[in-house]
């Protein structure tokens, strides 16, 4: 019987790049959602770990070592076929690999009943929050987390079709310290919090847009939004909008003029 785990789309609704490590990864102050969209994994014992990735967004995502999944798998010593239904783009700043990875190591602990004994940095900087998979302030290099309620978000989230590698977009931060996230208001009320959020930022979203400039065009799209914002090191936006419908009558609108890009109405949380 495979035992089953949702790797869901993780948002950086705010995301500060404070200063850099002698290592050369930079410290962030991130504010982390997740949405009720994203990928599916499923598990089951095998003589050797082995790989399968179906679903609409399976093309181009290595069915191999190359993918988190598997490294998740090894690195937690189960021999595992790993089924991963792709929902989510690759390389879009929404976590895809990380939260595959997480929702892994998820599902191998419920079909071992071992838990995960390894550093989940060693997977990537996006790990640790990935496996706790719900909202918190992100700091560190992506290591400390501090949880947080937030009101429900219906947002739409909207990708170019673009590949954006996060390597480089950080190198193309014109400034690496830079104030952090500002205190956050103790009533969570969605306007008190709309209005804090309003005030913070992307620091990856300027690079981002110096190396794919269509992600310009796609905050564009957004502009009905209350709030429109990329996400990670791109290409992904979201749109904060005031309740579900209206989320869902502008993923419609987009999807219709934009074909070629990957739009999802979701609820962030
Ligand atoms: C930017 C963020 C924000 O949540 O999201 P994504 O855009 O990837 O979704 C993450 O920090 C990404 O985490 P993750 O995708 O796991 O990154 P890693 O594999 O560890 O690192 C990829 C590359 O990004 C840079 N990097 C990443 C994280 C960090 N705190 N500082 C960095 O400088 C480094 O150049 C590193 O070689
Ligand atoms: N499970 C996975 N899903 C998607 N991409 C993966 C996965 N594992 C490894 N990769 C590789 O990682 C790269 C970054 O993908 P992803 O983790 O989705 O991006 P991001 O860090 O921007 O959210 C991709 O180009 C892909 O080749």
Redesign the pocket.
Known sequence: MPTEAFAPA?V?LA?HVTGRRDD???L?D?LVAFADIGDRIAVAHAPETRLTVTGPRAGGVPADARNLCWRAAELHGTHAHITLEKHLPAAA???GG?SDAAATLRALEALTGRGTDFDPLVL????PVCLYARAARMQG??EALTPLDLPPLPAVLVNPGVEVP??PV?AALPSRENPPMTDMPVARDRQTFLGWLAAQRND?QAPAIGLQPVIAQVIDALRDADLARMS??GATCFGLYPVQGAAERAAGRIAARHPGWWTAACTLG
């Open positions: 993780k950086n995301l050369g990864y930079h962030l991130s700043g929404i976590g990380s990537g900087a996006d790990l290099i992506g996060t390597g950080f990856l990670g090191s």
